[in-house]
């Protein structure tokens, strides 16, 4: 490796602390990139394959923005576990309540996550899981409620290492 | 200007950039072998740091669980278990973790925790070995290193230990693989830059076994070095083998003082 | 039966929204990995999940490979009455895993 000055060294592993790549390591990035590219690669999803997707669940009616609340973090820095926590604004009565919810990744090579189907008995109207994803996307829920209308909620992630790369070359 | 105010300002720029040159190198102490311990905790982001500081969620607590299970299984022709010995792992197996890899008179040579294990299953329980990387033999050892969180890593590695210890730092400093790189490469010289999207540790071992999300499972310390000597093409020793038994001993040296952190989440 | 598990507080008011936790060890092969001669290994996960208490299902959740390797889920139940909170997974070939805890309500 090249040999050169270190610059001032900061604490974390946060995206501050940027520093230029030394030559060697910049190449080998990217001949590491063509390889890649030159694999077989899981297919990336379009947004068209998501609507399909919520088209086949929830039919032809264009869900409303709102009344769902998607918490995932702004950067995750492994695309295998990504912690997802969605809250539905809903009394949660018997006569007004949240029915099911599904999850979708536009970029997924499958954009359907999962489907929650809320019983009766269900308490808050919160639920959390960690999820894949495969890079930087736009993470969907639609829901359905007890009068049979939908709603949806976006949140935008950006994803360091992906989860349906990086397992491509595991040892 | 006139010449004394030339030389003041010739010897104020040449204090400024001696002493520019002196924190520049102060700072890059972290890349040296001087630079104090930090756990691989430090690097995470805070939701896989959430993720690990959650005794339920934390995914290497199933593991853990597990291997409590086995512990108190009755098996082998001995139809003992682990409990039948040793009791109650939190008090019998505290401080364990904290002493592994250690030498074994009988052997004649440095064991680590996993081989401990083994020995243990065909001498007492007349069971056979666990294989490496299997669920049973993982969770045994992540069971058992559990029970000494939180206590600093203490390995000891002089008198009959010292031999491998040797060959341990050996291994560390010697380049290998195609890419020609030593353990030290990175995580002495490097440690804080960026390998494409993710910053370089110091390569510490006081959370293993890890749940490493890369591999959506658990791994044990030769596991990692085989990942690791695969990433810079190299052929990798066996699991289990003397020279990685050795390289843990010095990477638990190099931890030392570190919390046992098992089971560590880990990218 | 594979390794689960799960965290239900011990008791509970009536009425009173609790959460409840339950993971259990899984791979949930997405189709993407090779193994070590490059053979793709197939899709294989738990396809589904089931909370029942007091005689109803809680949740449901259908699986797919998107979610990550061993499971996690954290929802809510309202607390009615005292009794079993009993958790189902279902594996794609069939293998069913269930476990299952006490809730004391007052």
């Known amino acids: ?171 | 200007m006139n010449p004394p105010g030339l030389r003041r300002l010739a010897v104020s720029v040449l204090l400024s950039v001696l002493c520019g040159l002196i924190c520049a190198s102060s700072s890059a102490a972290e890349g040296t072998a001087s630079a104090a311990p930090r756990s691989g905790y430090s690097y995470l982001s805070e939701e896989t740091r959430r993720l690990q500081d959650d005794e339920f969620a934390n995914p290497g607590m199933l593991w853990v669980q597990k291997g409590e299970e086995l512990w108190r299984q009755s098996t082998g022709q001995a139809a003992q278990s682990c409990q039948s010995c040793h009791g109650q792992a939190r008090d019998s197996m505290r401080t364990v973790a904290t002493r592994y890899p250690t030498y074994s008179p009988t052997l004649g040579r440095v064991i680590n925790l996993e081989q401990q294990i083994n020995r243990c299953r065909i001498t007492r329980l007349k069971e056979s070995a666990l294989a490496y990387e299997s669920e049973d033999l993982l969770a045994l050892t992540a069971f058992i290193s559990h029970q000494a969180k939180g206590l600093p890593v203490d390995v000891g590695v002089d008198g009959p230990a010292a031999a491998s210890f040797a060959r341990g730092r050996a291994f560390f400093y010697q380049r290998r693989g195609q890419l020609n790189l030593a353990c030290a490469n990175c995580h002495e010289r490097y440690v804080g830059f960026r390998l494409h999207g993710e910053t370089i540790s110091q390569g510490q071992v006081n959370g293993f076994p890890i749940y490493r999300e890369l591999w959506q499972t658990m791994g044990s310390t030769h596991r990692m070095f085989v990942w690791c000597n695969e990433a810079v093409r190299a052929e990798p020793y066996p699991l289990g083998s003397q020279e990685y038994v050795d390289l843990e001993l010095f990477e638990r040296w190099r931890a030392r003082g570190l919390p046992i952190e098992t089971p560590a989440v880990r990218r | 039966m594979p390794n689960s598990r799960i965290k239900v507080p011990e008791s509970a008011a009536a009425g009173e929204s609790i959460e409840i936790r339950a993971m259990i060890m899984h791979p949930m092969e997405n189709g993407f990995n090779f193994d070590s001669q490059g053979t793709t290994i197939p899709v294989h996960i738990i396809t589904d999940f089931v909370c029942t208490y007091d005689g109803a299902e809680i949740v449901r959740v259908q699986l797919q490979p998107g979610l990550s390797a061993n499971p996690y889920f954290s929802f809510y139940l309202t607390a009615t009455r005292s009794g079993a909170v009993d958790f189902k997974w279902t594996d794609q070939d069939g293998t069913v895993t269930t476990n299952s805890a006490q809730l004391q309500v007052t």
């Not at chain 1, 077989?40 to 919520?54: N, V």
């Not at chain 1, 997924?108 to 189907?117: E, S």
């Open chain 1, 1 to 171: 490796m090249t040999d050169r000055a270190a610059p001032e060294l900061r604490d974390g592993a946060g995206l501050d602390g940027r520093r230029n790549l030394s030559r060697r390591s910049a190449m080998l990035g990217i001949g590491g990139g063509v390889l890649l590219s030159m694999v077989a690669l899981p297919g990336i999803a379009g947004d068209e394959d998501t609507a399909a997707a919520i088209k086949q669940l929830y039919g032809n009616r264009e869900p409303t923005a709102g009344r769902l609340s998607l918490q995932l973090p702004a950067l995750a820095e492994s695309g295998n576990s990504v912690p997802l926590t969605l809250t539905v604004d809903s009394p949660m009565t018997a006569t007004d309540r949240v029915l099911r919810a599904s999850v979708f990744a536009n970029r997924n090579p499958r954009p359907l996550i999962a489907t929650v189907l809320f019983g009766p008995k269900y308490g808050t109207p919160t639920f959390g899981t960690n999820i894949r994803l495969s890079g930087t996307q736009d993470v969907i829920a639609v829901a359905e409620m007890s009068d049979h209308s939908l709603w949806s909620a976006q949140v935008r992630v950006l994803v360091t290492v992906g989860a349906c790369d990086a397992l491509q070359l595991r040892y």
